[in-house]
């Protein structure tokens, strides 16, 4: 049975890090791409990173370009993402999710088969 748990997010000033870990179980993180989004009260769920399976391509939305690192643990089957002067604006429930194999655009949340059940970051001014 497949799992996703997020953990790291919390309250933190502006101009902060944090790191975020999404351990995953019931399949192997190298064999998937796999992507991080976040959520803001009373926005849609937009995607934030991407990590590509096959030649570990990583993709960014441009916001966080830059300030924003998505990685990869196979040893220990997790899923990084190391976040950097980080903005009120980045306040947000964050979550890691499973992409789908086959084509299909990463920033897509319908490519997503399984997510986790997000962890709240929140960046105060």
């Known amino acids: 049975q497949v799992h996703l748990v997020e953990s790291g997010g919390g309250l933190v000033q502006a101009g902060g890090s944090l790191r975020l870990s999404c351990a995953a179980s019931?399949?192997?993180?190298?064999?998937?791409?796999m992507g991080w989004f976040r959520q803001a009260p009373g926005k849609e769920r937009e995607f934030v990173a991407a990590k590509w399976w096959s030649d570990s391509s990583t993709y960014y939305v441009d916001s966080v370009k830059g300030r924003f690192t998505i990685s990869r643990d196979n040893a220990k089957n997790t899923v990084f993402l190391q976040m950097n002067s980080l903005k009120p604006e980045d306040t947000a429930v964050y979550y890691c999710a499973r992409k789908m194999k086959g084509s299909g655009a990463y920033e897509d949340l319908k490519r997503y088969d399984y997510w986790g059940q997000g962890t709240q970051v929140t960046v105060s001014s």
């Open positions: 019931g399949f192997t993180v190298s064999i998937y791409s």
